[in-house]
């Protein structure tokens, strides 16, 4: 495989498990120093990490908490001074939690906290990331088909969550341009060893309104994500990149 990410630094949020870590191992395969953070899964961080450096490549883990912005800033510190630098940012951690905004057993500390998770969360590394970001740099911020369209009953959080940080990306794509800095979203579809799918009724609705009428698979994602981290997408900015299998088709 050619690697076209050799010299630049990544961090991507959430690589301990699923898509985050399909993209940490593809950005390393294509050269890439990778970072990426993870909250609670210590031991599969740490199986990414070792897999990464055993096929000769660099990665490290750091755990924190996207939920506390207060986090953020350290965290950039401890990857600019693990790997000198960073490059691209993948903005991909993130937490789902259905429910109808009229269910009275409605888990609201549960929504509250995947608000905090996906949204302000990603902000916040955002604004840390972008006052060391380097020229030529890329943002990528991986949403859902259901930031742009919700499809079914009981997601509206979620969903807003999503539509809010692509259009936050939007407004990042402004602000940095003028530093050569691109800010794209991925909007990825159900996957194969993801997040818990939702429930079988819903997943079949969701299922059936694809082109492709079948999940994804995390590596076919990734895919997305690393072209917009290369060297070939240097004019693309402000993109929504489906990757949902025609969601929206
Ligand atoms: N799976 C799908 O079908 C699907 C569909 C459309 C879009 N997406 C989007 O694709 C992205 C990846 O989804 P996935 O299915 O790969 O998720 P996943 O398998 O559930 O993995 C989530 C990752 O995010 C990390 N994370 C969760 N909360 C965090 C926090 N508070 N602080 C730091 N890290 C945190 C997890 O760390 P720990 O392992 O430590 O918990 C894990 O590494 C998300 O943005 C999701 O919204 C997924």
């Not at 309104?209 to 997305?224: F, N, V, Y």
């Amino acid at each position: 495989m050619s690697k076209p990410l050799t010299g630049k630094v990544a961090l991507v949020t959430g690589g301990s498990r699923g898509l985050g870590a399909a993209t940490v191992r593809l950005l390393a395969e294509q050269g890439a120093d990778v970072a990426f953070t993870y909250v609670s899964s210590e031991k599969q961080a740490q199986a990414v990490v070792d897999e990464v450096r055993g096929k000769g490549a660099n990665a490290v883990a750091f755990r924190s908490d996207q939920a506390d912005t207060s986090q953020a800033p350290a965290l950039i510190d401890d990857v600019v001074a693990h790997f000198g630098g960073l490059d691209i940012l993948v903005n991909n951690a993130a937490i789902s939690v259905a429910g109808t905004v009229d269910d009275p057993d409605a888990d609201t500390a549960a929504l509250d906290r995947m608000h905090a998770t996906n949204y302000l969360g990603v902000i916040a590394v955002i604004r840390a990331a972008a006052r060391v970001l380097r020229t030529g740099g890329r943002i990528i911020t991986v949403s859902s088909g259901l930031g742009s369209r919700v499809g079914t009953p009981g997601l509206a959080d979620y969903s807003a969550t999503k539509s809010g940080i692509e259009r936050y990306t939007m407004g990042v794509a402004r602000d940095l341009g003028p530093r050569d800095i691109t800010a794209n979203v991925v909007e990825a579809g159900l996957m194969d060893g993801g997040m818990e799918p939702p429930d079988p009724e819903t997943l079949k609705v969701l299922l059936g309104s694809l082109s492709l009428q079948r999940m994804g698979h995390p590596d076919e994602i990734a895919a997305a994500i690393a072209f917009l981290a290369s060297p070939a997408a240097s004019y693309v900015t402000g993109a929504v990149l489906d990757a949902h299998g025609g969601y929206n088709a």
